[in-house]
């Protein structure tokens, strides 16, 4: 069984616990999951299979989107409500006061990553440090908001449909925007709507997967290759079929080279074998020569 599973995952559960359970129901040992969701959230969670683990990498960098709700009036240590309560304030905000606040933070912003997460300073996870009660210094990390759009507003909470590039957090995003408008704010919810072109229409819920026969499962696989639609097919010339499947470099034929001449640099190529997916390339010049050269190879 090769490809992605677009599962949704529930409140209450870590990405690894997913990872378990699907490998669990499946009997196979090769699965992950393409960028964490925190215990606390729900929502798109990709999960791969088999060969389909091998363009992991090419999903964590595609575009997310969440539905979120912030708690205006309260400052938390994780920047969500499961944390210590740091502060507290009186909350009397508006409608037009928060949207007016949700433009300092468009089309873009300089954010700083939370003491409680993943990332590694000297080794170590933040949280790690953070769970010491240690502070240590992080630097400020551009983050991209194509979407900051109000959904709801009621006394101290509201909620957002964010669509941001890979990196960005959320809780953090939540306890900026408290802080823009003077009264602090941590994430009350948040639900992940969107991975790349993995949608939470599409998804199955985690508990419904685990009831499904393995037919029924292979049926809701995407093929290894969906994720990688935005790219470029390359058709791999029959006579080096065989150079291909070796993961070689694939020499441009004359009239092959023209259609690359305009090529955005570091362009990157899906390579078919006929219709068989086999791995992910780019061009280089080598040797006065243009040449297909493997990424990745998947089979």
């Known amino acids: 069984m090769n490809g992605i599973l677009n599962i949704i995952k529930p409140i209450g559960m870590t990405s690894h616990d997913v990872v378990y359970k699907v ?8 699965v ?3 960028g964490t969701l925190d215990p606390n959230a729900s929502g798109v969670l990709p999960i791969c299979i088999g ?7 090419f999903l964590l960098e595609k575009e997310k989107a969440y539905r979120t709700t912030c708690r205006l009036g309260i400052v ?19 409608t037009e006061e928060i949207e007016k606040a949700l433009l300092h933070f468009q089309p873009g912003y300089d954010q700083l990553p939370p003491m409680y997460s993943a990332l590694k300073v000297d080794g170590r996870k933040l949280y ?20 900051l759009r109000l959904i709801d507003h009621r006394d101290e909470e509201f909620s957002l449909d964010v669509v941001c590039s890979k990196g960005t957090y959320i809780r953090t995003l939540c306890h900026d925007i408290g802080e823009k408008l003077g009264v602090g704010g941590t994430m009350a919810a948040l639900e992940r709507t ?6 939470i229409k599409e998804g199955t819920h985690l508990e419904d997967l685990l009831q499904l026969e393995q037919r029924e499962i292979e049926e809701r696989l995407f093929p290894v290759d969906y994720p ?17 499947l070796n993961g070689n470099k694939i020499p441009l034929s004359a009239e092959e080279i023209p259609l690359f001449k305009d090529r955005e640099k570091e362009q990157q190529y899906r390579i078919y ?25 998947i089979l």
């Open 228 to 244: 990688l639609g935005h790219y470029p097919k390359y058709q791999v010339r029959e006579e080096q079929e065989k150079q291909a």
């Open 76 to 94: 938390t240590d994780t920047q969500d409500l499961d944390g210590k309560v740091l502060e507290e304030k009186p909350v009397s905000i508006s």
């Open 51 to 57: 060969q389909g683990t091998k363009i992991s990498q």
């Open 194 to 199: 969107l991975a790349g072109p993995f949608t």
């Open 23 to 30: 490998r669990k129901k499946l009997g196979i040992k090769k």
């Open 128 to 147: 790690e440090y953070a769970r010491e009660g240690i502070e240590v210094h992080r630097d400020k990390r551009r983050v991209e908001l194509t979407t």
């Open 32 to 34: 992950g999951h393409t």
């Open 273 to 297: 074998i006929k219709e068989r997916f086999i791995g992910i390339g780019e061009i280089i010049t080598e040797e006065n020569r243009e040449k297909m050269k493997f990424v990745k190879v």
